[in-house]
């Protein structure tokens, strides 16, 4: 089964910061993958050393997270805000040509919010975690 990112998140290009679904199981967590191309518009203007703003990691990871949320039947057809960031940590940059691998967890979803756990892998090494909080509209 392909999972196609536009049936599950509204965002588009450029905004739209993962490429590629993995996995979800609805409610519970969801993985995806983000290659890092040089030619992608926050690389602009950077020099000889270009790296990926890391409050798009962020938003990278709350995608990700969006996906588990709007795949619950009950949330189908909405959209889900970032509603703020408990804890982030970064271990490395992001650089053109990386291919990361993100992984949330929710480790809570009550009425119309969530909390969720995300992970930024690159080359099977963690480079990055936050909590972040979801918002569903209502």
């Known amino acids: 089964m392909t999972l196609n990112v536009n049936d599950y998140i509204p965002q588009r290009p450029p905004i739209q910061m993962i490429d590629k679904i993995e996995d979800i199981t609805p409610g519970e967590g969801a993985t995806a993958t983000k ?9 602009a203007n ?18 990700t997270g969006v996906v588990a949320l709007l795949s619950m039947p009950e949330y189908h ?52 975690n936050a909590t972040l909080m979801f918002a569903v509209e209502s």
């Open 35 to 43: 290659m890092l191309a040089g030619n992608e518009w926050y690389f």
């Open 46 to 63: 950077q020099g000889n050393h270009p790296t990926l703003p890391r409050p798009l990691v962020l938003e990278s990871m709350a995608q």
């Open 77 to 128: 057809g909405k959209n889900a805000f970032f509603g703020g960031i408990k804890q982030a940590e970064f271990k490395d940059d992001f650089r053109p040509g990386d291919v990361l691998h993100l992984k949330v967890d929710l480790l809570k979803v009550k009425h119309n919010i969530g909390i969720g756990k995300g992970v930024v892998t690159r080359d099977g090494q963690e480079i990055a």
